[in-house]
């Protein structure tokens, strides 16, 4: 059983940052893509950052230059820095990895929960 949980949502002014967290746990073998979403009410789900397990990093236009996406292999854990908040990031945010459980098995896709960010004006 594998368990994604994301912690750092809340609520921010602005022009303010806020750190996102993901862990991972459960009986994990090795971790492929991490991944951020957000979702927004009334609109679809959007892929904002992207980091495989070697680093490499992709982002969506709409955050490039204000978040940041890394992780920490040895803790299964992919971090989201966000800077320079406006309004329109204001969503819920969820991570998602492609998980192999075990030595040959096939990659799943595993989500977290969510957690909510809310930037005011």
């Known amino acids: 059983q594998v368990q994604l949980v994301e912690s750092g949502g809340g609520l921010v002014q602005a022009g303010g940052s806020l750190r996102l967290s993901c862990a991972a746990s459960?009986?994990?073998?090795?971790?492929?893509?991490m991944n951020w979403y957000r979702q927004a009410p009334g609109k679809q789900r959007e892929l904002v950052a992207s980091?495989?397990?070697?680093?490499?990093?992709a982002y969506a236009d709409s955050v490039k230059g204000r978040f940041t996406i890394s992780r920490d292999n040895a803790k299964n854990t992919v971090y989201l820095q966000m800077n320079s908040l406006k309004p329109e990031d204001t969503a819920v945010y969820s991570c998602?990895?492609?998980?192999?459980?075990?030595?040959?098995?096939?990659?799943?896709?595993?989500w977290g929960q969510g957690t909510q960010v809310t930037v005011s004006s």
């Open positions: 998602n990895s492609r998980i192999q459980t075990q030595r040959g098995g096939t990659l799943r896709n595993y």
């Open positions: 459960g009986t994990i073998f090795s971790i492929n893509t």
């Open positions: 980091i495989t397990s070697v680093g490499s990093t």
